[in-house]
């Protein structure tokens, strides 16, 4: 959790990863977002969580601010990639309802469509404007 608003820089993730001491971490996610509204998604239906077998997992009901910061495989020394949108999350809780946990994220379904991202092949006449990949 990071709840500081506004623009990001290229540094974001350099900065955020050494100064939490995530440095031997190839990917962190960073939710930009008041903590209630992160204790508020502890809230919606439990769903399954992206491991398949624990289910106290639950999912925003709209898109979050998040910063994904992820390492070069090939980077000699800890340097990440900053990257700020907008996606649903998917956060574990607690039984007190309290969020415990990170767990995925995902773009939102349409703004992903229209930038190429995914690709609806079974749906060519319903959505004709969808992007279509053979």
């Not at 974001?12 to 204790?39: G, I």
Request: charge should be negative; hydrophobic fraction near 30%.
């Amino acid at each position: 959790m990071d709840t500081r608003n506004g623009s990001i820089s290229s540094n974001y993730c350099n900065d955020m990863m050494r100064d939490r001491k995530l440095l031997k971490r190839k990917f962190n996610t960073f939710v930009h977002a008041p903590w209630k509204d992160v204790q508020d998604i502890c809230l919606e239906p439990t769903i399954l969580c992206r491991d398949g077998r624990q289910i106290n997992c639950h999912k925003s009901k709209a898109p979050v601010s998040i910063t994904e910061c992820s390492q070069s495989p090939e980077a000699q020394t800890p340097d990440y990639k900053t990257n700020s949108s907008n996606k649903f999350i998917t956060i574990a809780c607690s039984e007190m309802l309290e969020p415990i946990h990170f767990d995925d994220s995902w773009p939102e379904l349409l703004d992903a469509l229209r930038s190429g991202d995914i690709c609806m092949v079974s749906l060519p006449r319903v959505f004709p404007s969808w992007p279509q990949h053979e």
